[in-house]
């Protein structure tokens, strides 16, 4: 086996290192680029007076246009290199948030945010399957752990940067300056990022169930991981998108205060949360196979009661519960991802990640953003969070239950 197909890579500077750290900040662009909207949203309504049902549908159509387009790039991934296909969709977002900054009515926004689901389809496909290639099914919620890091970043500097650029100059210039960095980093994943061999570090069994497309609809790991996950993601995407609005409205705070302590706990959480996740996750994987799904559940059923009183306790309470909330929220982010690419094998792995990208937005952040708005327009915006809690108990149901589901991670005969 060559160097660039070894299942785990020791040297600092191997194919797999660099790989990694550029598909990290990739990933960090990525979610400043998404965050940025719900930052500067208060700016924006303020410009254009858009109501909070309106101002939901924009994010219901970046992953309506990320639905439609996961089913495409999925299959291509699985069958030509994934390469420029990274490259492609990273360049496409990096300059859509660039031309954020020439908006000037509902139409132009609406088709610009709903453009940028066409390059997250491709990376948030494209670059678990790519590290999955290099390390193997033990390594992997170590390495996703890691690469994850960058949601939590990502949205801190998204939240923090629109907030208070936005306030100090207009809610256009978050836009134009965190555009840039997208497209230089594209450049250098062409040149520096590789594309190993598909399959080389899978020690798994590649049964019918695992390694077919149709075989997905009959594996219950995959379906269980799937859709915990979904509901989970129609929490965190409602949460995440109306959040900074809801401190200004019922914590009596500035825009850019609100995007400040938003991004500052999520940052905080993310890291710690993350980290101290995919650290119990891999302790517990070397005497419990379930351990991926088991920790998953305990992450969700955690965050519940903070996350109640967040919405519905004193207001005095809401930033140190929602500072809980989201340190047990992100302990499942680099295990329940893991437990994804874990269920299935090297020759539907994208195509698998599609399908799962397809169901956690279509019953996920697609709606819960506009669902959220309606039922703030026609109640009150902390009712309306209300409804994730829901979600949350659905989703720790459904990921206790597919414990007994997860394979078993024997090592193939040498």
Known sequence: MSTLTQPVQRSRFSPAFATLTLLICLNLLNYIDRYLLPGTQSLIQKEFGWDDEKF????????????????????????????????????LWSLLTLSTAWVHDYRSMFIRHALVGVGEASFGIFAPAVLSDFYDERSRNRILSIFYLAIPVGAAIGYTSGGVLGSMYNWRTPFFVCAIPGLIVAALYWIFGREPERGASDRVKATADRSTFLGLFKNPAFLTATFGLAMLTFAMGGISNWIAVFLERFAGMSTAAAGTWVGAITVIDGIAGTAVGGFIAQRWLKTNHKALYLLSFWSVVLTIPFGALVFFGPRAWALPSLFAAEFFLFLNTGPLNAAIVNSVSAPVRATAISVN?????????????????????????????????????????ILGSGARFAPRLEEKPA
């Open 56 to 91: 939901g549908l924009l994010t219901t159509a970046m992953f309506v246009v990320y639905m439609l387009c996961a089913p495409l790039t999925g299959w291509l991934g699985d069958r030509v290199s994934r390469k420029p296909l990274i490259v492609g969709g990273a360049i």
């Open 357 to 397: 990208l397809f169901c956690i937005h279509f019953f996920g952040d697609t709606f819960s953003p506009g669902i959220i708005g309606a039922v703030s327009v026609r109640s009150n915006l902390r009712l309306a969070l209300g409804v994730t809690l829901v979600s949350l108990i659905a989703s720790a149901i």
